[in-house]
Structure formats: C-alpha cells, structure tokens
C-alpha cells in the first residue's frame, strides 16, 4: 500500500462502495481503476495537467471524460474521479490505485513476494517453489523472481512485509558476529 492517507481513504471508500454493490462490481472497479491509472502514469504530461492549479475543475473534468470513455470506465467510476477532480486529489489517483488494489487482493486472499536467488531458476522449479510455498501459507502467491549473485546462495524471500533471509551471505555475516564477540 502505498504511504498516502489521502489515496487510502479514497480507496477504503470506493472498495467499501464496491462490497456493497457485489464482488464483480469490486473487481471490475479495480480493473478499471488500475487501467485509468496505468493510462495516466503513461501520460506524465496529463498529471502536469491534472496538478496544474491554472486549470479550472471544469476543464479537468472534460479531459478526465473524454479518457474515460476512450477507456470504457463504468459511470461509478466517472463519478469518482468527477470527485477526485472536484476536490483537487487528481493527483492522488496512482496511489488510489495502487491501495485499492492491494485492498482487493487482501480481500481475494493474495499476497504479493519476492524470491531472490544467486541464479536463475527454471520454470519447473519456479512452479514447485511456488506452490510450496502457497501450501505452507494457505494463500495464493504472486511472486517476483530475481537473481542476485551477492547472496552466494540459498534464498531471500519476502512475503508481504516478513523477510526470510536463508541466504549465504546472511549466514556467513551471522557466523562472522559471533566470531567476534568471542561465543
């Protein structure tokens, strides 16, 4: 989520919207959401228009409906960036974006990781290392696969906000402290 409270709490308020009018009507506002918001962030120079203070809100809000509809965005959601625009938060829309779709995947039970090892894996180990992991947490994952060759070997693994460090690296430094102090 990102550090915004101002994009948290209009977020909370679209995805509290959503659950109301029924679990389709919310994934479609996040991918409609996510679309409006991959659109802008394409666009910087439609941000530099939406955070210029020389624009009126009506001239914002004409922009905003002509991307709308060139995207398809249902009328809830129109209406919802209409507010943004009326209360000058346009600006805030990626973080919105970005929250309410970690909201939806809390809700679908998805948590987003990272595995970094000190080289490639194959898809077949990528696979069984993921549904592995999915079986021991009892969620579905979406994990980024990395490399990075400083880690020596074994694994880094971040799941939400925990980190397991099972590395080479972590442990040679562990042994080296404890070397230190004498033990």
């Known amino acids: 989520m990102s550090g915004n409270i101002v994009a948290r709490r209009y977020a909370k308020a679209l995805f509290t919207v959503g659950m109301k009018q029924g679990a389709a009507e919310l994934e479609t506002y996040g991918t409609q959401l996510a679309g409006l918001a991959g659109a802008l962030a394409e666009s910087p120079e439609a941000m530099r228009f939406f955070r210029n203070p ?98 020596l070997g074994g694994v880094v693994l971040q799941i939400g906000d925990s980190v397991l460090d099972a590395s080479l690296r972590a442990q040679l430094n562990i042994l080296k402290e404890t070397i230190k102090r004498g033990e």
Do not use: C, H, Y
Request: hydrophobic share 45%.
């Open 54 to 151: 020389v624009f009126s809100v009506e001239e914002k809000k004409a922009v905003l409906k002509q991307i709308t509809s060139q995207l398809g965005v249902s009328q809830m959601l129109v209406n919802f960036v209409s507010l943004l625009a009326d209360k000058s938060r346009l600006d805030s829309l990626p973080g919105i974006a970005e929250d309410f779709g970690a909201m939806l995947d809390e809700k679908n039970g998805i948590v987003s990781g990272k595995l970094v090892t000190a080289v490639n894996l194959s898809d077949a180990r990528k696979v069984e290392l993921k549904e592995r992991l999915e079986k021991q947490t009892g969620k579905k994952l979406v994990l980024d696969f990395g490399t990075d060759a400083d880690i």
